[in-house]
């Protein structure tokens, strides 16, 4: 299977140094993460800023009666301009995210998400991504476009 590639652009209604601020702190991503999703850390993560290197441990539930462990490192960071996180081990066989941040103006800030993705189990994961894999990853991001909105305005 080749690689997915999930492309994801949100306004958020803050300048780049609060946008940044947020987004850069593993916190905040389980709140950004949908409930169904039953998002867990397993490393603490309160009050750290991401550095680049950083390994985040946390358990999910991304499918129905599906949890597993899933570890994620922060490989890139470019202050205020983007940030990329790896996955070291969990559920897809590749998992490439990268955050890009862009300000509009003084009080409007660009986020781009690009995503490469791929599911696992060979062509067991090629039926499976296209039965529900995709739509799930779709799915969450736009719960978090949701989310950014209800967190920002």
């Known amino acids: 299977m080749t690689p997915r ?3 994801a652009t ?3 209604p803050r300048s780049l140094a609060t946008t940044w601020d947020f987004f850069s702190r593993p916190e905040n991503l389980e709140k950004l993460t949908p409930p169904e999703v039953k998002f867990e850390f397993l490393t603490p993560v ?3 800023e991401m550095y680049e290197g950083i390994m985040i441990q946390y358990r999910i539930t991304p499918f129905p009666a599906f949890t597993t462990d899933w570890v994620t490192e922060i490989t890139h960071i470019e202050h205020h301009r983007h940030f990329i996180d790896d996955q070291r081990v969990g559920p897809f066989a590749l998992w490439h995210h990268q955050h890009h941040f862009r300000a509009i103006d003084e009080h409007t800030t660009e986020m781009r998400d690009i995503l490469h993705y791929q599911a696992p189990l060979g062509i067991f994961g090629t039926i499976a991504d296209r039965l529900f894999v995709h739509r ?3 799915g969450i ?3 978090r476009e949701k ?3 209800r967190l920002f305005l």
Do not use: S, Y
């Open 5 to 7: 590639r999930l492309v």
């Open 10 to 12: 949100t306004t958020v």
């Open 46 to 48: 309160a009050g750290v």
């Open 136 to 138: 799930q990853v779709e």
């Open 141 to 143: 991001f736009r719960e």
């Open 147 to 149: 989310a950014i909105k």
